[in-house]
């Protein structure tokens, strides 16, 4: 079985970042190429936003997919201090279920969801959830909903996972394929989840360095 490397391994904060300074741009500008799902929005107004390098491999991986079937961003940038309440509230809700032992254990249970703040690539906007959509304009099969819980998905929102059907792999792997040849890489607990330029892009790609931080708003 392929490692996984969570965004806790402490392989991750060791990749040194070289900020780029590339801006963070607006997906909605980019008009049809992409479609922006507006379900996180509420969270916070700038969740259409990514580094441009990330957008331009989105477009990228959007124009490999097959007629009828279309790329969607349900969340891009995050603000750090939404990204620290994330995680430190899902790691709350698990200690409260009591199933972890330890610190330890507890942190690196967290990170399989939400990563920590120190490392996470959705505040450098380099980060983007997505699914894909069918001519219908819902989402195909994908195993889980967008954001589903290890917990309660009984660990199905792993993009390997087996206990989902045979069409949701399919799914997966055809949103896989586009998105790897565009250059970005999974977070593989999240199916949903692919990022650019970050720390755990940079361990997962054998890049010598970084090239996105975290932006403030």
Do not use: K
């Not at 008009?31 to 331009?56: I, T, Y």
């Not at 792993?158 to 586009?178: F, W």
């Amino acid at each position: 079985m392929t490692e996984i490397i969570l965004m806790s391994d402490p392989r991750v904060a060791a990749i040194e970042l070289r900020e780029c300074g590339e801006p963070l741009v607006d997906a909605r500008a980019d008009g049809p190429a992409l479609l922006v799902d507006d379900r996180r929005a509420a969270a916070d107004p700038r969740f259409a936003h990514l580094r441009a390098g990330v957008l331009e491999r989105l477009l990228d991986a959007a124009s490999r997919l097959p007629d009828g079937v279309r790329l969607a961003l349900v969340e891009g940038y995050r603000p750090p201090e939404l990204q620290r309440r994330s995680f430190d509230t899902y790691r709350e809700r698990l200690r409260a279920e009591g199933r972890h032992r330890s610190e330890e254990e507890l942190h690196e249970a967290t990170s399989r969801y939400v990563a920590p703040p120190t490392v996470a690539p959705h505040p450098s906007g380099a980060a983007a959830d997505l699914t894909l959509i069918g001519v219908d304009g819902q989402d195909l099969d994908m195993g889980t909903a967008v954001g589903a819980t290890p917990e309660e998905s009984d660990d199905a929102c792993c993009t390997a996972a087996l206990s989902i059907t045979p069409r949701a792999r399919e799914n997966r792997r055809l949103m896989g394929d586009v998105l790897r040849a565009a250059g970005m890489v999974n977070y593989p607990t999240a199916w949903w989840h692919w990022s650019y330029g970050d720390q755990y892009w940079a361990l997962a790609t054998g890049a010598p360095y970084a090239l996105y931080g975290p932006r403030e708003p």
